[in-house]
């Protein structure tokens, strides 16, 4: 079924990754971790703060960016160092948002969920919702309603509905890899199945240590391309 499907997966791209560590190492003396923080490194936070001052970001810049739930902006900062300018986003924390205005100089909206701006396409949106409602800790040891049922449970589906109205020509959704144990998976069932119509998804459990996070954490990584680029979204 999913769940030995996603398993092997997981095996096979521990078994990639591994390899390529061993191979980065050999012939760089370091593993990928290193160079993705030397990446990180060459362009501070005082550099990227200077593309506030654009004016017309829709006119000059080549890839535009949502960032849903932006929090303490890594999501955001690691899409402007890969060239993607941020349009606006969404953050329920005032103080974060505030972070957001002075790194981006664009709107930034209290509720993901509520009146957003839909006259510019955006290229990429990348969505962290909430994962407590999925963790092995909210299922196992608390007393109340989990996934989809629990108090923030429920906008890991209903962010669906956000990026089908944007219609971006790429997403990228990150939760907590538990998320594929919690009532057997059906939320992300859910939420794969109802982006297939307008998206091509590719889905998988990566370590992110592996990938120059400082955490042994394992995430469900859920990306997808438009349709509407053609051959370019297989």
């Known amino acids: 079924g999913r769940e030995r499907v996603v398993r092997e997966r997981r095996e096979e791209i521990e078994l990639r990754a591994e390899a390529a560590v061993a191979s980065d190492s050999a012939a760089q003396g370091g593993g990928i971790g290193s160079k993705l923080q030397e990446w990180r490194d060459r362009v501070p936070i005082k550099t990227l703060m ?46 974060q948002r505030d972070l957001w205005k002075a790194l981006t100089n664009t709107p930034i909206y209290p509720d993901t969920f509520g009146n957003l701006p839909n006259s510019y396409r955006p ?35 209903s962010q669906v ?29 859910e939420v794969i199945n109802s982006l297939c119509d307008k998206f091509v998804v590719y889905y998988d ?13 394992k995430r469900l990584f859920i990306v997808g391309f438009n349709k509407d680029i053609g051959d370019l979204a297989y």
């Open 50 to 95: 200077q593309f506030k001052q654009v004016k017309t970001i829709a006119k000059i810049c080549l890839f535009s960016c949502v960032i849903l739930a932006a929090g303490g902006l890594l999501d955001t900062v690691a899409a402007m160092r890969s060239g993607f300018f941020p349009i606006w986003g969404t953050e329920i924390c005032e103080k």
């Open 123 to 157: 290229t990429y949106i990348k969505s962290g919702q909430p994962c407590p409602d999925f963790t092995r800790n909210g299922v196992n040891n608390r007393p109340y309603s989990h996934g989809r049922d629990g108090d923030t449970g429920w906008m890991f589906t």
């Open 161 to 189: 509905d956000v990026i089908k109205k944007q219609n971006p020509r790429s997403f990228c959704l990150e939760m907590t890899a538990n998320a594929v144990n919690v009532h057997g998976g059906s939320e992300v069932d």
């Open 205 to 217: 459990l990566l370590d992110v240590w592996r990938y120059g996070d400082p955490t042994s954490r």
